[in-house]
T-cell receptor, first 114, second 116 residues
Framework: GEDVEQSLFLSVREGDSSVINCTYTDSSSTYLYWYKQEPGAGLQLLTYIFSNMDMKQDQRLTVLLNKKDKHLSLRIADTQTGDSAIYFCAETSDRGSTLGRLYFGRGTQLTVWP | GAVVSQHPSWVICKSGTSVKIECRSLDFQATTMFWYRQFPKQSLMLMATSNEGSKATYEQGVEKDKFLINHASLTLSTLTVTSAHPEDSSFYIC????????????FGDGTRLSIL
C-alpha cells in the first residue's frame, strides 16, 4: 500500500531544533516531500528529496532519508514561533496511473513555545 | 515561481445552491491539477485528478455528478459543488503540477465552504 505515518504532535522551545519523523511503506517511492500548512491556508512546499539521496539541506531545513528503513525526517534548526504549523510528509511513486499523485501522512502539529 | 491561486477563499451559501471554485496556475502551465477535501484536523483526501482537455478521474466514493470538474485550459480548473448540502461543508484545496514527471505539487490557499 501507500501508507505514510507521522506522529501527530511535537512541542519544542523557541531556539531549539525540531525533528519531525515520517515512515512510509511504498518501496517504489521516487520523491518524498515536506509541506507546511498554517491555519486556514493551503499547503506550502518546504522541500523534497529524490529517493536516491540520503540528505538534503536548505538553510534551516535538513531532510534525512533512510531508504532501507523507509524513514524520512525533517529537522528545523533554531525553531521559531513562526514555524508553528502542521507539517505533512508525502510521497509519490511511479506506481498507478496517476503521475504525480501524492500520498500524505496525517500531519504533525508543531507547537513552538517562546 | 509556481504560484497557484484559488478563488474564492470563503463561501457561505444556502442549501441547494451550486458553488464554483476556481484554481489557476499563475506563472506556469499545469497539465494536471488535483482537487482535495480536508476535514478539520485531518489530512488531505484526494477527490479527483484533472487533466487539461480530458475528463477528470475521480477517486472511489466521490460522486462525479455532485462534484463537477472542468479543466478547460492549461492554467484553469474549476470544481463545482452542485446542489450543495450541509454535509458538503469543508475545506477544498487544489494543486497543480508543471508538465513533466515528478514535479512537485503546488497548492492553492484553499476554499472554506459553509453550507447553511
Amino acid at each position: 500500500g501507500e501508507d505514510v505515518e507521522q506522529s501527530l504532535f511535537l512541542s519544542v522551545r523557541e531556539g531549539d531544533s525540531s525533528v519531525i519523523n515520517c515512515t512510509y511503506t511504498d518501496s517504489s517511492s521516487t520523491y518524498l516531500y515536506w509541506y507546511k500548512q498554517e491555519p486556514g491556508a493551503g499547503l506550502q512546499l518546504l522541500t523534497y528529496i529524490f529517493s536516491n539521496m540520503d540528505m538534503k539541506q536548505d538553510q534551516r531545513l535538513t531532510v534525512l532519508l533512510n531508504k532501507k528503513d523507509k524513514h524520512l525526517s525533517l529537522r528545523i534548526a533554531d525553531t521559531q514561533t513562526g514555524d508553528s504549523a502542521i507539517y505533512f510528509c508525502a510521497e509519490t511513486s511511479d506506481r498507478g496511473s496517476t503521475l504525480g499523485r501524492l500520498y500524505f501522512g496525517r500531519g504533525t502539529q508543531l507547537t513552538v513555545w517562546p | 515561481g509556481a504560484v497557484v491561486s484559488q478563488h474564492p477563499s470563503w463561501v457561505i451559501c444556502k442549501s441547494g445552491t451550486s458553488v464554483k471554485i476556481e484554481c489557476r496556475s499563475l506563472d506556469f502551465q499545469a497539465t494536471t491539477m488535483f482537487w482535495y477535501r480536508q476535514f478539520p484536523k485531518q489530512s488531505l483526501m484526494l477527490m479527483a485528478t484533472s487533466n487539461e482537455g480530458s475528463k477528470a478521474t475521480y477517486e472511489q466514493g466521490v460522486e462525479k455528478d455532485k462534484f463537477l470538474i472542468n479543466h478547460a485550459s492549461l492554467t484553469l480548473s474549476t470544481l463545482t459543488v452542485t446542489s450543495a448540502h450541509p454535509e458538503d461543508s469543508s475545506f477544498y484545496i487544489c494543486s497543480a503540477i508543471l508538465q513533466g514527471a515528478y514535479q512537485p505539487q503546488h497548492f492553492g490557499d484553499g476554499t472554506r465552504l459553509s453550507i447553511l
